[in-house]
Structure formats: structure tokens, C-alpha cells
């Protein structure tokens, strides 16, 4: 087994190289010469004010540097990946912040062995060398039933005292009065995790094996395995298994929680879940909360304490009155925090009144005219001609798609023979194609559904009953061609179904001026103009749809598009010269 792969320039200098990049990127940061230390920027509006650091190992991003700024941290220190930083540079960052001017510094910490041992160092050197410090050690981990002397280790609740502490700071409440409050608040703080595959720290094997479709329960930031390991579940399951597994009295990690409470939820992102699961878990989780009558006060879900790249999620429930959420909802400048809403997330209407839509063309009831006949009867050989051809189409984009190019109009046929048992045929031609745009749409999916649509939609408003005779059907396909062209980005030569309709729709053109005698032989015309352009498509290297996606050279037959188009003229040509 080889290490993960990762975008980075060296393992030794990934560490250096994230600092910098944060910083850059942020005009509120600056590092600390000589430390992997990042401050505020503007150090000295914390004069008189107590200053907040917090630090760890690095590959937990955004935490810690994502959340400086006013209303939040004031420095973070960084170790290297997984390791604590050093006292000496958690020493400069709290003389950092003495010499700027605060009151007094808290350091807030994760329960973890050497992050304990090297703040508390620090914090001891500051307090001889004059420095008003206190320590505040996070340890808010729901996982283990009967935590070893260890005791539970500080997860993604410690955001939540960073935005909390930082609050209480920025309005110049004092050291002990903060750290009070603080360890008040994080009785009622749990957090719990689950990971759908290990991560590993750059250069190195992966921290522990996870075997396909198999998830951990309660790991750690750090790579660490969790306490139980069972099959991936639903993100429903998994939810309510992680709520339970956190609120547990039987547990002495548990957190409690009973009806009416109301919490702040943070679904935290391990580093690799995609936006879509996420989502996908912040619904399950609202809901089940509110199924034990708990009301979710306010959601925060996002990437905000990782473990590198770790497929997994861990929940934080903080239970919340309402100084609570005030100092939680109270403005911060850290470049991490997310913007919140402050509205709380129970009880609030989330579903909004659909606008209310004319019918769709298909359900309205019409009046037959003079034309109905003719166009039910070619409507008839058109649906025929595509189901006939349904496996010769799938066969056709099989070379250059997804091979469902007959299947596609095969549905759409269906749907208008379908409609064509319970409905008359309007008179007027141009609401038959308004009835036929809003059948493709629905039935056909897909692009070609919707580039049907547009053509028949554009087309439609040059066709009446009193103007519905051969120049206006000229019109009215090229206007539905010119849409085409227009909506969906392609031209003749691109080897779509464009290079059978443009040929045509310009020889049905002449039908403008054509004398009634002549108008047969342009319809043939058309069709032949329309077949030699599918023909052509074997020779031409797509440049739009799918097919632009596969190398030229195993695109060697027509164009499955074009065919259907040529297909459908003859169908209609045909039709109306049986009809003379």
C-alpha cells in the first residue's frame, strides 16, 4: 500500500505553506515571524480586552486560524499534522497579545495529552513572567460509555466555545467571568463522529483500515479508530444512531437532553463528504431532533474541524437559552465562521407556495377544425416511425452516448399516442405544437426533450388557423431552428441533430414563394436535404452533446439526433403526399 495521494508541494513544507496561503487570503491575519503562529492583524484593539488562543495540530482546518477576527480567537497556534505546536511558540503568541494590550489571555484547549502539557507549560511561563492566563480544556466527546482517566477528547464543540468566548470578550467581559460562563456552557455540549474511510497524514499509510461498506462509530480527530464498527447504514439510520448514542444515560459521556430543549446543531465535515451528503445528513438530523421534541434553534453545517481527508461527519449539540444564542449570533469578523441566520430553525416555514401556473397546453380541451384530421393522421405515422426505429437510434448514439437516444424518443412517442386516445386534435396548428412541446418536455427528458420543446414552442407562435398554410409552416420551422440554434449553443457542422433540420428548414423555405404545384416537390426536397445531412454527420467531428466528449476517431456513424430528424420529415412528407 502507498501513501494517499495529495496536492501538496512537499509534506515537510505543507504545514508552512497552509499558514501562508490562509493569511494571503485573508486581509484580517498576519503570521508571527519565526511561529507557526497566525494574530489578528489588528492586535491593538484588544487593548483593555481579554485575548483568546487556541491551537493543535495542524490538518483539522479551518480550526484553528479560519476562526480569528473580532468576536472570535485572537491568535491560533499550529503543530505539525496531528501534533501539538510547541510551547515556545505558544508562549510568543500570548506575549503577542500582552504586549498589544490585553487584559488577560484564556487559552482554550482540546483534551488531548500534549496539547494539555504544552499549553499548560506555557501558560505556567507566562504566569511567572507577569501575564494574567487561564486554561479551558475542551472535553466534550460523547463516545466512550466509561471514559478512561484520560477523559473525553475535545472535538468540534470547541468552535462553538471559540464563537461563545470570543463574544464575551469582544464586550470586555473579564478572564475568570469568561471561563465561568465557559465551563457552564460546556456541560451541555456532546459531540459524536462517524467516517466512511480512514484519512492518512501526508507521506504516510493510512491511520487505520476501514473495509468496503463499513463505517466507524465515535473515532477521533486524529485518525484514531472509533468504538464500534458496523455496515453503512442510511444517512437516516446513521443520524438517529449517532443522536442516540450521544444522548444515552446509561452513557457517562452522554449528553442530556429532554423535550423542549433547545440546541444549536453544528453537522461538521470531516474533510471529505461532498456538499450533496452533507445536506443530505443536516436534514436527517433536524429531523430526528425535532421528532424527540427538541427544538433546533440554530444549524451550522459546513467544514469546521476536519481530519484531513476523512469521509465522515461528526454532530455537535450545544443546548442553547438565550444568552446563549446571543453571544452565538453575535458579529464576528473570523474568516471561517459561516453567516447565519439568527431566525431559529424549528418552526420556521421552509416550503414555499408554488406560483399558480396556467394549465399545461396537453390538459386543455380544444376544438377540431379543418386540419385536425390530416395532423392526427401524421401525427400517427410519426410515432409509428420512431418506435420502429427505437433500437436502430440506441444502437446508433450506443458509438458516441449513452445509447438511449431511441429510447428517448420512443417515450416521447408513446406520451402523444397516448394523449392522441383521449383528446381531440385542435384546429389550430400552432396549439397542437404547444400540446406536443409540453408532452417532449414532460415525457422526453433530457437534453433532446428540451430542445424539442424549444423548437416546437418557437414554432408555434407562427401558426394560426387562419395562417397555416405552407409558408407559414416554413416560417414557423425556421423560427423553431433559429431557437434551437440560439438555446442550445450548436450550428450546422457540429454533428448534431441541427445538420439534418438547417438543410432543411432552408429548402422549406421556398415553400414562401413556391406555387401550389411546386409545393410537393420542395417537401421532397426537404427530406432529401434533411437524410444527406444525417449522412454527413458520420464525417464530422462533434463539437457539442455528448459526443464531444469521445475521441473523433471511434465516431464513425451518423449522428443518432440527425437521423430522428430526417426520420420524422420523411414521416410527415410521406403522410401528406398520401393525403393529395
Avoid at 479551518?62 to 496531528?82: D, E, K, R, T, W
Avoid at 433536524?286 to 421528532?291: D, G, K, Q, V, Y
Wanted: proline content about 5%; charged content about 20%; aromatic content about 2%.
Amino acid at each position: 500500500m502507498e501513501p494517499q495521494k495529495k496536492l501538496i508541494n512537499s509534506a515537510d513544507r505543507c504545514v508552512d505553506e497552509a499558514l501562508c496561503g490562509l493569511v494571503r487570503a485573508s486581509g484580517g491575519l498576519c503570521l508571527l515571524k519565526g511561529h507557526r503562529v497566525v494574530l489578528r492583524s489588528d492586535l491593538a484593539s484588544l487593548k483593555g480586552k481579554v485575548g483568546l488562543v487556541s491551537g493543535g495540530g495542524s490538518g483539522h482546518e479551518p480550526a484553528h486560524g479560519g476562526y480569528i477576527g473580532a468576536g472570535m480567537l485572537s491568535a491560533a497556534v499550529a503543530g505539525g499534522v496531528f501534533a501539538s505546536p510547541p510551547p515556545a511558540s505558544i508562549l510568543a503568541a500570548i506575549f503577542s497579545l500582552h504586549q498589544a494590550g490585553a487584559s488577560g489571555v484564556l487559552l482554550i484547549v482540546k483534551n488531548y495529552t500534549g496539547d494539555r502539557l504544552n499549553f499548560g507549560l506555557a501558560a505556567e511561563q507566562a504566569r511567572h513572567r507577569g501575564v494574567d492566563v487561564d486554561m479551558l480544556i475542551v472535553a466534550e466527546d460523547c463516545a466512550f460509555d466509561r471514559p478512561s482517566k484520560a477523559g473525553r477528547r475535545g472535538l468540534c464543540g470547541t468552535v462553538f466555545i471559540h464563537k461563545l468566548a470570543g463574544a464575551l470578550a469582544e464586550e470586555g467581559c473579564a478572564l475568570d467571568q469568561i471561563v465561568s460562563k465557559m465551563r457552564d456552557v460546556l456541560k451541555g455540549i456532546g459531540t459524536l463522529g462517524v467516517s466512511l474511510s480512514p484519512c492518512s497524514v501526508p507521506g504516510c499509510l493510512p491511520s487505520f483500515d476501514l473495509p468496503p461498506g463499513a463505517m466507524e462509530l465515535g473515532l477521533g480527530i486524529h485518525g484514531e479508530p472509533g468504538i464500534k464498527r458496523s455496515k453503512v447504514a442510511s444517512a437516516d439510520e446513521v443520524v438517529k444512531t449517532m443522536i442516540d448514542h450521544m444522548t444515552n444515560p446509561d452513557s457517562q459521556s452522554h449528553l442530556p437532553l429532554k423535550s423542549g430543549d433547545s440546541v444549536v446543531l453544528c453537522v461538521n465535515n470531516l474533510g471529505a463528504l461532498s456538499c450533496l451528503e452533507m445536506a443530505v445528513v443536516t436534514r436527517a438530523a433536524i429531523t430526528c431532533l425535532e421528532s424527540r421534541k427538541v427544538v433546533v434553534a440554530r444549524v451550522m453545517s459546513g467544514s469546521f474541524m476536519t481530519s484531513l481527508e476523512m469521509a465522515g461527519v461528526s454532530l455537535t449539540l450545544m443546548r442553547a437559552d438565550q444568552e446563549v444564542l446571543r453571544l452565538f449570533d453575535a458579529k464576528t469578523s473570523a474568516p471561517a465562521w459561516p453567516n447565519l441566520s439568527t431566525a431559529c430553525v424549528s418552526g420556521r416555514s421552509h416550503v414555499a407556495e408554488a406560483p399558480v401556473m396556467s394549465t399545461r397546453p396537453q390538459d386543455d380541451k380544444h376544438s377540431q377544425g379543418p386540419l385536425s384530421p390530416v395532423m392526427r393522421t401524421v401525427l400517427d405515422r410519426i410515432c409509428s416511425t420512431l418506435l420502429e426505429k427505437q433500437e436502430e437510434l440506441n444502437s446508433l448514439d450506443r458509438a458516441s452516448g449513452d445509447g438511449d437516444c431511441g429510447n428517448t424518443h420512443a417515450q416521447a412517442a408513446r406520451a402523444v399516442q397516448d394523449w392522441l386516445q383521449g383528446h381531440v386534435v385542435p384546429g389550430c396548428p400552432g396549439q397542437l405544437l404547444l400540446v406536443l412541446a409540453g408532452l417532449v418536455e414532460e415525457k422526453m427528458g433530457g437534453s433532446s426533450g428540451a430542445l424539442y420543446s424549444l423548437f416546437l414552442t418557437a414554432a408555434a407562435g407562427h401558426l394560426t388557423e387562419g395562417r397555416s398554410g405552407a409558408a407559414a409552416w416554413a416560417t414557423a420551422v425556421h423560427a423553431g431552428t433559429q431557437a434551437m440554434r440560439r438555446y442550445g449553443g450548436a450550428d450546422p457542422g457540429d454533428r448534431t441533430m441541427l445538420d439534418a433540420l438547417c438543410p432543411a428548414a432552408a429548402e422549406l423555405m421556398k415553400l414562401t414563394d413556391a406555387p401550389p404545384a411546386g409545393q410537393m416537390a420542395v417537401l421532397h426536397a426537404a427530406v432529401q436535404k434533411a437524410a444527406a445531412g444525417a449522412e454527413v454527420t458520420r464525417d464530422l467531428t462533434a463539437r457539442a452533446g455528448r459526443a464531444s466528449y469521445i475521441a473523433a476517431e471511434r465516431v464513425t456513424l451518423p449522428d443518432p439526433g440527425a437521423v430522428a430528424v430526417a426520420a420524422i420529415l420523411s414521416a410527415v412528407v410521406e403522410t401528406l403526399a398520401e393525403q393529395k
